[in-house]
């Protein structure tokens, strides 16, 4: 369980592909601090285990079908990424509860910059659009945002935004994602609940 505040922005130094998966060895430095084999680290949202820990590069393997289901398939070397080590007891929830399961891949499709802020517009799968509200909680890419606005419930190409705050666009890549970039969502594991228990009500 995660809570969606990054640590820190961490580097890929090695990819290594595989038949099914693929080795990542990362270079991270406070997300590293009392870190063991078996624990997990979300990077870029993605809930990944610790296999190996050497100074400051761990390594993690990432199976085909987390490729497939994420952007961590795209990353490549040299490419910056969050991190955020599980929480613990005594870890204040300072964002939402994230489970780093990630719901879809979506793209960011602008940026408004302000001068104190800077609104993005990101596209999602259209089987998500239901779990995005106003007000509402998103994780992108592992960092908790709070949903500023959100398109038409029957809008072709459904979208929300989020407002980037300067800690948010200095210390995490999201300050630095391009229009047409994809981007890692996990939505409110609680809306998910709720529709599956409505559902099941006679």
Not at 5 to 12: P, R
Not at 51 to 57: G, M, R, Y
Not at 67 to 72: I, P, V
């Amino acid at each position: 369980m995660f809570t969606g505040i990054v640590e820190e922005i961490g580097t890929l130094l090695v990819r290594e592909d595989q038949e099914d998966a693929a080795r990542l060895r990362i270079r991270a430095h406070k997300a590293l601090e009392g870190v063991a084999l078996g624990d997990s680290i979300a990077v870029n949202g993605v809930c990944l285990t610790v296999t190996a820990v050497d100074s400051e590069v761990w390594s993690t393997d990432v199976m085909a079908e987390t490729l497939r289901r994420s952007s961590l398939g795209a990353l490549g070397t040299g490419d910056p990424v969050n991190l955020e080590r599980a929480v613990t007891p005594h870890t204040r929830l300072g964002g939402h509860l994230v489970q780093g399961h990630v719901d879809g891949v979506g793209t960011v499709h602008s940026r408004t910059p302000s001068e104190h802020w800077e609104v993005v517009r990101i596209t999602l799968p259209r089987e998500l659009a239901r779990y995005v509200v106003e007000k509402g909680s998103v994780a992108v890419d592992g960092v908790s945002l709070t949903i500023s606005a959100v398109s038409a419930v029957d809008d072709p190409e459904p979208w929300f935004e989020v407002s980037l705050i300067p800690t948010t666009l200095r210390e995490t890549t999201l300050g630095a994602v391009p229009p047409g970039s994809p981007v890692n969502l996990e939505v409110d594991v609680v809306a998910k609940y709720v529709e599956r228990l409505l559902g099941a009500r006679p």
